[in-house]
């Protein structure tokens, strides 16, 4: 099976939610954790799964180009860059910085930056971001822990990151379809810009940009506009028909949640549990130390632990929790002192004997995978758009990574009913 789409993901639930969005549409899938060291899986795409979307500049984009490399090297004929459907960035970067160095490895000079997911909530009109109804710097996530979003014009977010310049193919252009984006974006990339911003409200436009970008080296976006790239690869005879590509072992035994995510959506979700299953809410701010935390939760989980409904052990908390632990140990050191605590609490849930777990929080979850060891993720079935259960090897668990923001709910009742 001849590698078709390589990707680099800059968050490992942002990995699982692209990875899922191609099984979807027919493409094999294997998601790798980290920059390869190894040859890469058969699959016809390969997601690598960074953390790199608050690492330092430099290291996301040495990790991204080592990425590309590796996919590359492997026979990739398009290369995808992840972000999350939120576009969560900070001035510095990553987006900006990272495209940009993936253009110049490719010797490519253009590529489209649409982060749109519909089926999420998350369109793009006039090159602004909503989430649902709201302004992206309306809906909860100016308020993130890490990437505050407070702008929802993606043209300016862009722009502060990059030297090249940003441009916007607008609705009334995308309604057009595949022809008529193909043209506009021939003409911004004559006029020198070296991105645009595309405009998507629908799966009927992403499926019609998927298509006008079907010989760009780079495509950078959410999951969303990846779903109409696999019918590129099958109009040119290169992808089968498939129907089984999302077959998984039976998920079965003891289960668990754990949630470093304090987005509305996480916050709503633990609200919901509370009413039904046992919830442990950790107060980082009375223990600031990981290891102390980790104790409390791991002594909590005995005799706790189920097969016929999950434990919820949680970090999450509101805003002005949030920023009182940022003020007393600073954003970055906050982050990382609860992602260690709940790293190691996912440790320990599976030395307890957990076989499922769901992690909520895309930085959450790679502190969880990289603790766990994970080396790849083989994708399932979807539980809410956007997050499929997965099987973690070698550890062989199942491994549900929601990013923050997504799922109904009762995702973490539901969750265990699936699979
Ligand atoms: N109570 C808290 N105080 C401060 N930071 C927290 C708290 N709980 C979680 N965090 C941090 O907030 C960040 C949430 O990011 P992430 O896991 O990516 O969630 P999301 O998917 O919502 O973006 C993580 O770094 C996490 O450790
Ligand atoms: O595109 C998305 O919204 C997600 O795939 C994603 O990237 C998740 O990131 P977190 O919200 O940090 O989990």
Known sequence: MALLLGCVADDFTGATDLASMLVRNGMTCVQVIGVPTGPLPEADAVVIALKSRTAPVAQAVAESVAAAEALLAAGAKQLFFKYCSTFDSTDDGNIGPVADALLKRLGAGFAIACPAFPANGRSIYQGHLFVGSRLLNESGMENHPLTPMKDADLVRVLSRQTDGGVGLVP?????????????????LAEGGRRYAIVDAVSDAHLHAIGEACASHALVTGGSGVAMGLPGNFRRAGLLPERSDAAALPKAEGLCAVVAGSCSRATLGQIGLA????????LDALATPDAQALARQALDWVEGRLAADRPVVIAASAPPEKVAALQQKLGRDAAGTLVEEALAAVAKGLVARGVKRLVVAGGETSGAVVQRLGVTSLRIGAEIDPGVPWTFAEPVGIHLALKSGNFGARDFFLKAFTHG
């Open 274 to 281: 509370r009413d039904h299953v046992p919830v442990l809410e």
């Open 171 to 187: 609705f009334a252009v995308v309604e057009q379809g595949a022809a008529a984006i193909r043209q506009a974006m021939t003409k």
